[in-house]
């Protein structure tokens, strides 16, 4: 399964980000970081696939584990609160754990964990870095292929494709990964269905915009003067 596509420029600036597995906008974009850190630092030499699973586990193991005793304190006193607050007749209310910050900081850490696992496979294009986290179970080289007909897409769609696309127009960036990848699965391999698909979808909005023109309601005024 495909956890998140990233598309990062040489400078660490995001101009794609699409995470398939539940984490919050925090972590998201400490992953980002995490990420372009390992791929800025390494030589177009090498190989394009990466298994950072055993640094970000030595990374974060330490934080869960805290947080987990932690936690456990603070559902602890929570339960011993509410029974005093029951004894005093102090008030009705109850405390409500969602409030507890710590409870709250030891979840999003453990949102990491989905991504211990990940390997990181990229292909770095002029300025981009087009980067995607999956799990053990997919082929770095099928991703690699995936990558390429990704840019081959973009490149139809946009004629020699350039970074200040994927900046202004990301939305139809978006429509054309939504061809190739939905919901962590990859659909479309074929780069010709792909460009199809994509064209069929530019007719029909651009129809769509013609019909609404022509359609268009135009208010007179009655009054005279």
């Known amino acids: 399964m495909i956890k998140g596509i990233l598309i990062i420029n040489n400078h660490g600036k995001v101009r794609l980000s699409r995470f398939y597995a539940k984490i ?9 970081r995490d990420v372009f850190a390992i791929v800025s630092k390494r030589s177009d030499a090498v190989c394009n696939f990466v298994e950072p699973s055993k640094s970000w586990q030595e990374k974060y193991r330490k934080l869960i584990s805290i947080g987990s005793i932690l936690s456990f304190f603070s559902f602890f006193f929570f339960f011993r609160g509410q029974k005093l607050y029951k004894k005093l007749n102090r008030s009705d209310d109850k405390i ?18 989905e991504f211990f696992d990940s390997k990181l496979i990229y292909r770095h294009y002029a300025t ?34 350039c ?24 659909l479309e391999t074929n780069l ?32 005279t003067g």
Do not use: C, W
Request: charged share 30%; proline share 1%; no cysteine.
């Open 163 to 186: 970074e200040l696309d994927i900046v202004f127009r990301f939305d139809e960036v978006n429509n054309v990964l939504d061809e190739i990848v939905m919901g962590g699965m990859v």
């Open 24 to 32: 919050s906008q925090q972590k998201q974009q400490q992953i980002v």
């Open 96 to 113: 409500d754990p969602k409030k507890d910050s710590q409870v709250q900081k030891v979840k999003e850490e453990r949102e990491l964990s």
């Open 192 to 223: 010709n269905e792909i460009t199809t698909s994509i064209a069929i979808m530019k007719n029909y909005e651009k129809t769509s915009k013609t019909v609404a023109k022509n359609n268009k309601t135009v208010i007179k005024s009655h009054i």
């Open 128 to 161: 981009l870095f087009f980067v995607f986290l999956v799990d053990q179970s997919e082929s770095e080289l099928g991703i690699l292929d995936l990558i390429q007909v990704f840019v081959e897409a973009l490149d139809e769609r946009f004629k020699n494709v």
